[in-house]
T-cell receptor, first 113, second 111 residues
């Protein structure tokens, strides 16, 4: 049973650049959420995708955008990177009509210099 | 706003029992997650409570009281590998649209 996968594992970018992170949900899951986790903090909800649409959004600027594909995989795009965007970016998936068990991928560690 | 409180750090002895508390004040409630997170790794799902009461899963149990805005995670027969951060997270009303996390409790298990 394939779990949630994310790529790349690590990424280093320069201020002002753009980045795209990728996520494939757990087999059988159709909903993907993205989180940002700063060091020593809990994950912060960015947004959630279901049926290829953004269903809900947290308190993140429009520089953060996403997409979900017909195979349920998802991308997170961040434009005009700031130093403060350095964090662990986590993707989580659930089955919308399931029991609510949300599983996380291994994350992408983004460093902005 | 949403408020989820957990102790910042706890220390317990190998073989003992430890209880990690979580209190929440949120605009709506659909359920509560507990996750384990080792340093540098992604959170691992432990439990999801929707109804009041205790749910047991091996050495880990989770309790929820919706009326009191309170949950706890109970870890029995502690092992050194249980040293990790434990995250409490609330699913807000409206389904799975938003999950709000606490800052986590860092548990250190000592010999």
């Amino acid at each position: 049973d394939a779990g949630v996968t994310q790529s790349p594992t690590h990424l280093i970018k320069t201020r002002g650049q753009q980045v795209t992170l990728r996520c494939s949900p757990k087999s059988g899951h159709d909903t993907v959420s993205w989180y940002q986790q700063a060091l020593g903090q809990g994950p912060q909800f960015i947004f959630q995708y279901y049926e290829e649409e953004e269903r809900q959004r947290g308190n993140f600027p429009d520089r953060f955008s996403g997409h979900q594909f017909p195979n349920y995989s998802s991308e997170l795009n961040v434009n005009a990177l700031l130093l403060g965007d350095s964090a662990l970016y986590l993707c989580a998936s659930i089955y919308d009509r399931g029991l609510g068990e949300q599983y996380f991928g291994p994350g992408t560690r983004l460093t902005v210099t | 706003g949403q408020n989820i409180d957990q102790p910042t750090e706890m220390t317990a002895t190998e073989g003992a029992i430890v209880q990690i508390n979580c209190t929440y004040q949120t605009s709506g409630f659909n359920g509560l997650f507990w996750y384990q997170q080792h340093a540098g790794e992604a959170p691992t799902f432990l439990s999801y409570n929707v109804l009041d009461g205790l749910e047991e899963k091996g050495r880990f149990s989770s309790f929820l009281s919706r009326s009191k805005g309170y949950s706890y995670l109970l870890l029995k027969e502690l092992q050194m590998k249980d040293s990790a951060s434990y995250l409490c997270a609330v699913v807000l009303s409206g389904g799975y649209q938003k999950v709000t996390f606490g800052t986590g409790t860092k548990l250190q298990v000592i010999p």
